[in-house]
């Protein structure tokens, strides 16, 4: 379930990046600059802290279905 949400982020955040990358002028001067600069950074943080949680999420445990587990007998002699 963590996984989808994890998807779901990084896509939404390389679809706003996207669609802002071609609006922002990085070489502006004063405030618009700066904003642009600093929301291009918090959007590059936010597609490697969702890339890096998918990649690195433990997987699923596989549920054993087929045989039940048999006890080993101890022979203490």
Same mark, same amino acid.
């Given at each position: 379930?963590? =996984?989808?949400?994890?998807?779901?982020? /990084? @896509?939404?955040?390389? +679809?706003?990046?996207?669609? !802002?990358?071609?609006? +922002?002028?990085? +070489?502006?001067?004063? /405030?618009?600059?700066? +904003?642009?600069?600093?929301?291009?950074?918090? !959007? @590059? /943080?936010?597609?490697? $802290?969702?890339?890096?949680?998918?990649?690195?999420?433990?997987? $699923?445990?596989?549920?054993?279905? $087929?045989?039940?587990?048999?006890? =080993?007998?101890?022979?203490?002699?």
């Amino acid at each position: 379930m963590k =996984r989808n949400r994890y998807m779901l982020c /990084l @896509l939404l955040a390389a +679809f706003m990046l996207y669609f !802002a990358l071609p609006k +922002f002028s990085i +070489f502006a001067q004063g /405030l618009e600059g700066i +904003f642009a600069i600093s929301w291009l950074i918090l !959007a @590059l /943080l936010v597609i490697a $802290g969702n890339l890096s949680a998918l990649l690195y999420a433990p997987k $699923g445990q596989k549920l054993n279905v $087929g045989k039940p587990k048999q006890k =080993r007998a101890r022979y203490l002699g």
